[in-house]
């Protein structure tokens, strides 16, 4: 059993969260273990190709930890509806929507995430750091998503909730910018995304919707899901670039 001073802190503070959350530290720490005998496993049959997997694969567990807490705590805010008709399960729509677009969201950077480190040959301080950013405005779709869902989907929740996804973006893209910076002119990243037209357009996407919300929610909230769409179209940049390499 960990007993250490940080899960003691971590116990008393999050009560109701301490069973999902520990359980999310076992599969994270799992996953690492696993990471590591799949990068030893490679290793012997020379199938690494230069590429620094041990230095990234503590920053891509936390990061994968992180985002699972993350929905963790979003999908422990559906209430179980205090009846079996469609009567009681009405005032849970709000909360199941937000959930689901919000959901589409962590997913989406995840995959991002994943494929962007794959093409990282070693990670610097400047890339944890860059990292941590994204994670922490990551960490604020819980907050956003529930407030967005408990004022049904009112004008100044919405733009805090596209702020939030403006703020995100940024950091993804400052990530991305930071790891061309580290590679140099051998970036496989920067051969990958080009000049990133898809990232700039969510960028000018999430600036009308902030600005939509001052006349019509609702067209800031439909805005928010063309644009998950947008990104739900499988992107094989990096996969294409890499290929040759496989």
């Known amino acids: 059993m960990i007993n250490t001073p940080f899960f003691s802190n971590v116990k008393s503070i999050y009560p ?8 999310v530290l076992w599969l994270t720490l799992n996953n690492n273990l696993r990471k590591r005998h ?13 590429r620094d997997f041990m230095g990234k694969t503590r920053l891509e567990a936390f990061s994968d930890g992180v985002l699972a807490i993350i929905i963790t705590i979003m999908v422990l805010e559906l209430k179980v509806p205090h009846g079996d ?33 794959y093409a990282v040959n070693h990670v610097t301080g400047p890339i944890m750091w860059a990292n941590l950013h994204l994670l922490f405005w990551l960490s604020l779709f819980p907050f956003a998503t529930g407030w967005l869902s408990e004022n049904h989907f009112a004008a100044l929740p919405t733009a805090l ?15 991305q910018q930071t790891i061309i910076a580290t590679e140099g002119k051998v970036s496989v990243l920067k051969r990958a995304v080009g000049k990133d037209w898809k990232g ?25 899901i ?13 996969e294409r670039v890499l290929k040759p390499e496989a």
């Open 16 to 23: 109701r969260y301490k069973g999902e959350a520990m359980a």
């Open 38 to 50: 799949f990068y030893c496993v490679k290793k012997q049959q020379g199938l690494t190709k230069g």
């Open 85 to 117: 008709t469609l009567e009681a399960l009405m005032p849970l729509i709000p909360t199941l929507l937000s959930y689901v677009l919000s959901f589409i969201y962590i997913g989406i950077y995840w995959n991002n995430h994943h494929h962007m480190f």
């Open 161 to 175: 909730y596209g702020i939030v996804l403006f703020a995100a973006a940024i950091a993804h893209m400052l990530l």
């Open 200 to 224: 700039k357009l969510s960028l000018v996407l999430y600036v009308f919707a902030i600005c939509a919300t001052l006349f019509a929610p609702w067209i800031a909230q439909l805005i928010f």
């Open 226 to 238: 063309v644009n998950a769409i947008i990104w739900l179209v499988p992107d094989r940049r990096i």
